[in-house]
């Protein structure tokens, strides 16, 4: 069988593998292998020194110095950008056996959770970046340099001028089966968004990596920079990556407390009811909202996504970023937008590892299932409208507003510690607090300017 797939690639044009994987960070990592040696990418995987790679914690020396990136078939593709090439996704082993602390490992882990349970998850991600170049002083711009509306959301002047990269980048995607269904210019000056159809949460989270590799590829052809930093300028909104989130059992979904309109069940209900479908929504809501500010470790990685979390004011007139822990039907302006159906998770941004951001989803989920938590009552106010004040009044919480400050309340979460493994816990905590002590640190222009000369 794996002899007549290489031949059926071969026929294509296909004479070399591209075996990627992906790293604590987020990152895509890989080397190239020729075709013919699938059955060993299969079979053992492609093999690199482990302690090279973020996040592993491995030794340099011993049978534990390897790293296996072992492919999964169903995600073996030519690369339309890359002519001869074809990508497979490798899942992390070590000593033969499936690696603790890969991402993609983590996420198996938590889809098992939910197979013990008869469902499965689909997951549409919405990737938002900006297109970048330097000016002749080195800083970085927008890629149209005419990319200048005061509300640059749904441009149609930009738009057309970076049509060529964003086809390709849809016909990258289709050639993995992915079904693109939208691309729009976003609300910050050089910002986009391309929307593929929801997948099970696997794929999802692999074409998005597949996404990344292209995106980047592409702007690299056509003489521009692909980011994924959350918040380039200050005075704009910053880059989302949605999670359109629905459970399944089958063809049914199990979301039933979700209405058409996007409401939640009535909570009231007799304590001690034993759980039923008609409030798997509701728990699950309220697990995620109960752990977001852990989560934030997860689906807001950098110092940088900090500056997206928070709430004010922008060049286009908002950041439609989430900084309140709450949720409502529609509401855009809160941490959970209810949908009929699914709901819409709202807090990871451009620079979160998709398979942890996902894992630690699930993982919250289910423990708002296991507690039987309830998510507090439904919001439909405009909270971008709100003082402190008032949200404090209310009783809602605000996430972290600080890389430190999300990492100390991932230290503290034994549910999500649990659900990434001790390895990977301490090796994300031990990257996020250096990261967050260099910035720190950090001398910025702003402060020479303010205090130099004080």
Not at 292 to 302: D, I, N, V
Not at 343 to 362: C, H, K, M, Q, V
Not at 370 to 397: E, K
Request: include cysteine; glycine fraction near 8%; proline fraction near 7%.
């Amino acid at each position: 069988m794996t002899q007549a797939r290489i031949d059926e690639l071969a026929r294509q044009g296909v004479h070399t593998l591209l075996v990627q994987f992906t790293d604590v960070l987020g990152v895509p990592k890989g080397k190239l292998v020729p075709l013919d040696q699938l059955d060993a990418v299969l079979r053992d995987g492609a093999g690199f020194a482990g302690p090279s790679i973020a996040g592993t914690g491995l030794p340099r020396t011993g049978p534990r110095a390897e790293f296996m990136a072992r492919g999964d078939l169903d995600t073996l593709k030519p690369l339309p950008w890359w002519p001869g090439v074809a990508r497979i996704v490798g899942d992390g082993h070590v000593a033969g056996t499936p690696f603790d602390a890969c991402p993609r490992q983590v996420l198996r882990r938590q889809i098992a959770r939910l197979a013990a349970h008869g469902w499965q998850m689909q997951v549409g991600i919405e990737p938002e970046f900006f297109l970048l170049q330097r000016d002749a002083a080195g800083r970085w711009q927008p890629a149209d340099p005419l990319d200048r509306l005061d509300k640059p959301s749904y441009d149609l002047q930009s738009l057309p001028r970076q049509t060529p990269l964003l086809q390709a980048l849809r016909a990258a995607l289709e050639a993995d089966g992915a079904q693109v269904q939208q691309i729009d210019h976003e609300d910050a000056h050089g910002q986009y968004e391309l929307n593929f159809r929801h997948a099970d949460v696997l794929t999802s989270c692999d074409r998005l990596m597949l996404f990344k590799l292209a995106a980047q590829r592409l702007a690299e052809q056509h003489g521009c920079t692909c980011s994924f930093m959350p918040k380039p300028w200050a005075d704009q909104p910053g880059s989302g990556m949605h999670f359109h989130v629905s459970l399944w059992d089958g063809e049914r979904p199990v979301f039933e407390d979700l209405d058409e309109h996007g409401h939640l069940a009535d909570p009231a209900y007799p304590a001690g009811t034993p759980r039923t479908s008609d409030r798997l929504a509701r728990h699950f809501v309220a697990g995620v909202l109960a752990h977001s500010a852990a989560l934030c470790a997860l689906a807001a990685p950098t110092v940088n996504s900090y500056k997206r979390l928070v709430v004010g004011e922008s060049l286009s007139g908002t950041s439609w970023a989430p900084a309140y822990v709450a949720h409502g039907p529609n509401n855009r302006t809160a941490l959970v937008r209810t949908l009929p159906g699914r709901f819409e998770w709202r807090l990871p941004d451009a620079s979160a590892n998709p398979y942890l951001a996902a894992a630690g989803l699930i993982a919250a989920g289910l423990d708002g299932i296991a507690r039987q938590l309830d998510p507090g009552p439904a919001v439909s106010d405009d909270l971008f409208t709100l003082d402190l004040a008032a949200i404090r009044a209310r009783g809602i919480a605000v996430l972290p507003q600080s890389l430190a400050e999300a990492a100390d309340a991932l230290a503290d979460d034994s549910v999500l510690a649990d659900a990434l493994g001790a390895t990977l816990h301490t090796q994300l905590l031990a990257l996020q607090r250096d990261e967050a002590l260099r910035y720190a640190r950090h001398v910025s222009d702003w402060e020479l300017a303010r205090y130099a000369a004080r």
